[in-house]
């Protein structure tokens, strides 16, 4: 578990995570220590703002306080050593026209330190998966087709028309999911328990083919591996849906201190 050392949040979008994280604060992590900032799109256009022929060159918080007067007036008085943590929140975001999977590759192992440059978070599909949650049976096979127009088969798809009608995730999810989740606001501790271990239980699957509350801390490069290797390259490129959120919760609390958390409401499978 971090100690209470000052740490910044980076945010893909202003809307969805800020809430997101705000509500997880107050039912599981407990008091704030975090300032939050908002990039304010997607992780290609971060790679591209920060990659230039002799790899990545960077001064984050130069770059969002460019990025908006609100970033630069919560980080007027900081620099980089100001932070002992900083972690950055993204969406996987296959369909975009700027994707490139060899990108989000490098920059998953570029942001791998929290007190380094940064550690890097992937949600799958995107941000609105943490809510994509029906029951503990269903979430553990919940997939969902990802590239869309980038799909390398799309022109010899004998389902293209129906793949590119299907709804935005985002709708998607309004009805496939529990609809007591539609409320990020009203979500208690418990239903953050329940999701916490889902999502924990669904990345050790993803990697280990297990099931189970993970024993290990498990990397954001190698979700991204067997993400790849088992759903994205299908002839139908899907994505294990998966939150970044609760693997964030397993970095800061550690694989006994989460068992016990979630065990002791019986959420443990």
């Not at 269903?138 to 799309?154: A, H, M, T, W």
């Amino acid at each position: 578990m971090k100690t209470k050392e000052k740490t910044l949040f980076i945010f893909e979008g202003t809307k969805t995570e800020d809430k997101l994280v705000e509500r997880l604060e107050c039912n599981f992590l407990g008091k704030s220590h975090a300032i939050k900032c908002v990039f304010d799109a997607e992780i290609y256009q971060l790679y591209r703002m920060i990659k230039d022929d002799d790899g990545f060159s960077i001064d984050i918080i130069s770059l969002l306080k460019e990025r908006s007067p609100n970033n630069a007036e919560l980080l007027k008085n900081y620099n980089r050593d100001s932070f002992a943590y900083i972690y950055l929140f993204f969406d996987y975001d296959a369909h975009s026209t700027l994707a490139d999977d060899s990108k989000i590759k490098e920059l998953l192992s570029f942001f791998n330190d929290e007190t380094g440059e940064g550690m890097l978070f992937i949600s799958y599909p995107m941000v609105e998966a943490i809510r994509h949650f029906k029951d503990i049976n269903s979430f553990k096979s919940l997939s969902v087709k990802c590239k869309r127009n980038n799909c390398p088969n799309i022109y010899d798809c004998p389902n293209r028309k129906e793949c590119l009608d299907e709804p935005h995730y985002k709708q998607l999810v309004s009805i496939d999911s529990r609809p007591q989740l539609s409320n990020v606001n009203s979500y208690s501790t418990t239903i953050w328990q329940e999701l916490i271990n889902a999502h924990l239980c669904k990345a050790n699957y993803i990697v280990n083919n297990s099931f189970e509350l993970p024993v290990n801390i498990i990397s954001q490069e190698k979700i991204f591996s067997k993400q790849i290797e088992n759903y994205v390259n299908r002839h139908c490129p899907e994505v294990a849906v998966l939150s970044a959120l609760p693997l964030y919760v397993l970095n800061y609390y550690g694989c006994l201190k989460i068992r016990e958390m979630l065990s002791d409401e019986g959420f443990h499978t």
